[in-house]
């Protein structure tokens, strides 16, 4: 059973509302992840940038939704390595909702051989909450600032590099720069909470992700969810910055990272404003990458040639089968 | 760190609100648990019966409130062993969240090497919540049923007895019907939800919590949140049927089990109220079993002697320490 599979499965038995990145509950919004010793991180991750992720992957759901984040509950299973340094797990999990305005309410602790984080966030329902199943052929899609970063840094990551030690010996400056920054972005990701709360606010802006699986598949997402297809402009696509030359010289393949590389949690939606009126209102740049198609089916322009774009992001069970 | 200390240190730096079985958000009770496999089941227990344990911990915190349960959400770290029954373990979760009126609304599928299911669920705020921290000496200490059978079923399950297999050769009649629903008690747990709301509704129910780290803790925890001590009469606590001569016969110490033992899930409470009295208000019996007193510490009264009755239940880390 792929995790699509699965998910549909859930969706028949539980609740044809499952499938957004939260749930709307009357009044809220609600999201729970969990995070996985060795799935979703290992222990050369420094255990605040643990937590800080834990709370920032929930609170990316709710942004998707255009839901501000109001308060969370927080379970751990905690492993015996992480239990001698794990106030510094719970001190950057403070500073984080601090910083998010959100207040961890309650929670749960148990032992467990991994490291084990599970967060549902709660936040308010926007007067018109987002949807993966709003967008209409015609429209833009858009991301909200550079992809690829993560996967960048994920590969550095399973590849000897560590966040806080020394580089690989003669490591030059720009590509150990560029190593720090992809490393942080996978390590470190920001939750696109204010620009979430404004699509809301946009009755142009149909349709909203974010991209947790990679484009490929979050694309996707969309356009099952609203019966259309997408036309992705691979040069339209805004890359992390340096993606190309350092990450090519540390064997990052830069078309894969942005098209498929997932934990990016930049936001992606459409909307049938252009790029320079939709930067203009919200005050600061998005990026149109394409535009939805009454054909189903995602393709990505290339050199002017259109090929499929298949999903071929993040699947939690894919790597198993 | 212990438990007690870890959850102090959460408290501190979080929310004083943490400390009760869960925390009450404006109209809302809203509660958090995960469930590891190997630390709270093993793969001998049929899936099905995971799924419905890991609800109904969660609905007895919501109980332990007074709080009516509403609303869900699930994630799940799927162990390779669990995926290809995971539909029984679905099939099971829909059943309760039906039974119990609950509606699972959201969640998250992961991968995992061991199975992890972390359940948060939300209640409406009762008119008067039950906490704590809520008991003054003199009132009657009180549980809502039998008690011991769960550490019981524990005991037979580490010991070679399973769920659904074949008992021992030559195991009598009162033993194995005995041993089936002490495992029942301990892998199937029933939340007292429709207790806890008649509870909250009673104005001379003054505190309450659910017995899921033991008799002996969750009596320090009220106490501890209450300022206050207790006295219990050994005798007067009702003994999950036969514990005594088939659970003895099965190397049982029936004692250690009423005491200590967790994952009972019935309720502890306080009240001013006579038994007969507050039986009859509920229309099902209660039991009482002691007295709060101003006098610091829980003190077990056996057999004319009292001495103190030290916080011997579960704890999540002690067995590691």
Same mark, same amino acid.
């Given at each position: ?12 038995? =539980? ?20 995070? %996985?010793?060795?799935?979703? =991180?290992?222990?050369? &991750? ?49 500073? !984080? ?19 084990? &984080?599970?967060?549902? !966030? ?15 052929? $015609? ?13 960048? $840094?994920? @590969? ?8 806080? #030690? ?26 696109? &909470? ?7 606010? &946009? ?7 974010? %991209?947790?699986?990679? /484009?490929?598949?979050?694309? @996707? @997402? ?17 890359? =992390?910055?340096?993606? %190309?030359?350092?990450?090519?010289? *540390? ?16 936001? *992606? ?8 009126? /939709? ?26 040639? #259109? ?15």
């Amino acid at each position: 059973m792929s995790e699509a599979a699965l998910i549909a499965r859930i969706r028949e038995l =539980f609740s044809p509302r499952i499938g957004d990145d939260a749930a709307i509950v009357g009044a809220q919004v609600i999201t729970t992840d969990m995070l %996985i010793e060795d799935v979703d =991180f290992t222990r050369s &991750i420094p255990l605040p940038l643990i937590a800080r992720k834990s709370l920032a992957v929930n609170l990316s759901d709710l942004a998707a939704m255009g839901s501000k984040p109001v308060y969370a509950v927080a379970a751990f299973g905690i492993a015996e390595w992480a239990r001698g340094a794990f106030d510094s797990f719970l001190l950057a999990l403070r500073d !984080a909702a601090n910083a998010y305005g959100v207040e961890i309410v309650g929670g749960d602790i148990s032992r467990a051989d991994k490291l084990v &984080i599970s967060i549902t !966030a709660i936040g308010e329902t926007p007067a018109r909450p987002l949807l993966r199943s709003g967008a209409r052929p $015609g429209e833009r899609i858009y991301v909200s600032r550079p992809i690829g970063g993560s996967a960048a $840094g994920l @590969h550095l990551l399973q590849n000897g590099w560590t966040i806080d #030690g020394p580089p690989p010996p003669q490591t030059g400056y720009a590509t150990l720069e560029f190593a720090r920054s992809a490393m942080r972005r996978h390590a470190d990701p920001e939750p696109e &909470i204010a620009l979430g709360v404004a699509l809301s606010s &946009i009755a142009e802006v149909t349709s909203c992700i974010d %991209i947790s699986d990679g /484009l490929s598949t979050d694309m @996707h @997402h969309i356009c099952d969810a609203s019966n259309a297809g997408a036309e992705i402009e691979r040069e339209r696509i805004p890359m =992390f910055p340096d993606l %190309i030359a350092s990450g090519g010289a *540390l064997g990052i393949r830069a078309q894969d990272a942005v098209l498929h590389g997932g934990e990016e949690y930049a936001l *992606l939606f459409t909307s049938s404003l252009r790029e320079s009126d /939709l930067s203009a209102r919200l005050g600061r740049p998005v990026y149109a990458i394409g535009r939805i198609t009454e054909r189903r089916g995602v393709v990505l322009l290339q050199d002017g040639v #259109g090929k499929p774009l298949e999903p071929r992001g993040w699947d939690h069970f894919a790597h198993r089968e």
